[in-house]
């Protein structure tokens, strides 16, 4: 859950590490488990972490930096947040309709994206942020992150 403010990498490194062990509940690369409920659960806070970097984190970086919201990190962030999203749809809907080869195609696909997704925000979005953000300002965003989620 959102609420202690280290750095932002700190904190969002570590966001990334409870995801990734939800992930790891549902798939496994050799022998997919169909839980829904895992699937739930990973989903729902993934969605939550899109938000508080697209909504939150990533527009009050773009504003240090002094650059528009359709440009440089926030977006290029968000393009992925987008592709992210469209997987977790369409593993949703296989899901649904029991055609397991999609949903074992679509969680593939996705298990690669968020590995090439967070190593990147690991290793440029946070770290820039961290030089960029106030404390003060970070302590806030997560505060109002707080109020309306
Ligand atoms: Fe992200
Ligand atoms: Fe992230």
């Given at each position: 859950m959102i609420n202690k403010a280290n750095t932002v990498s700190d904190f969002m490194n570590k966001e990334h590490e409870y995801l990734d062990q939800l992930w790891a509940k549902f798939f496994d690369k050799n022998s997919l488990e169909i839980d829904e409920t895992f699937f739930a659960d990973f989903k729902k806070r993934e969605l939550e972490h899109i938000r508080f970097e697209d909504e939150f984190l990533f527009p009050a970086l773009n504003e240090y930096l002094g650059i528009?919201?359709?440009?440089g990190l926030a977006s290029l962030a968000r393009r992925d947040h987008g592709g992210i999203v469209k997987l977790l749809e369409m593993m949703e809907r296989a899901m649904q309709i029991g055609e397991l080869d999609a949903l074992e195609m679509s969680a593939r696909n996705l298990d690669n994206i968020l590995q090439a997704h967070r190593k990147r925000e690991q290793e440029i979005h946070y770290p820039v942020s961290d030089n960029f953000v106030s404390q003060d300002e970070w302590e806030n965003i997560i505060e109002k992150f707080n109020l309306v989620k």
């Open positions: 528009a919201q359709d440009e």
